[in-house]
């Protein structure tokens, strides 16, 4: 089993910043890309952005690119996303997920685990 705990998340004004972590462990060996989702009040979950096993290759949602950098750090089995220019469009649960393979994938279906999520609130 995996477990992924994410943290950062809070209430930030339009135009700032956020930092989120989510720090992995139990069973962490081996490759997996990671995922970072999120889920608006009846909406469903998307895909924020993503990276592959070694941090080579990203992936960005169209509303995100430029605002949003992914990285991840597998010496502290952590992945981090640094929200940049927030929008109160951007409020939502913020999930970390792990991939089942070590390439991106963008369908939610691909992920196995999760974590419990993380509040992003962007007030106007």
């Known amino acids: 089993q995996v477990q992924l705990v994410e943290s950062g998340g809070g209430l930030v004004q339009a135009g700032g910043s956020l930092r989120l972590s989510c720090v992995a462990s139990?069973?962490?060996?081996?490759?997996?890309?990671m995922g970072w989702f999120r889920q608006a009040p009846g909406k469903e979950r998307e895909l924020v952005a993503a990276?592959?096993?070694?941090?080579?290759?990203?992936y960005y949602a169209d509303a995100m690119e430029g605002r949003f950098t992914i990285s991840r750090d597998n010496a502290k089995n952590t992945m981090y996303l640094q929200m940049n220019s927030l929008k109160p469009e951007d409020t939502a649960v913020y999930y970390c997920?792990?991939?089942?393979?070590?390439?991106?994938?963008?369908?939610?279906?691909?992920?196995?685990?999760w974590g419990q999520g993380t509040q992003v609130t962007v007030s106007s």
């Open positions: 997920s792990r991939g089942k393979e070590w390439y991106i994938k963008t369908d939610v279906g691909a992920y196995d685990y």
């Open positions: 139990g069973r962490t060996s081996g490759a997996y890309a």
């Open positions: 990276i592959d096993w070694d941090g080579g290759s990203t």
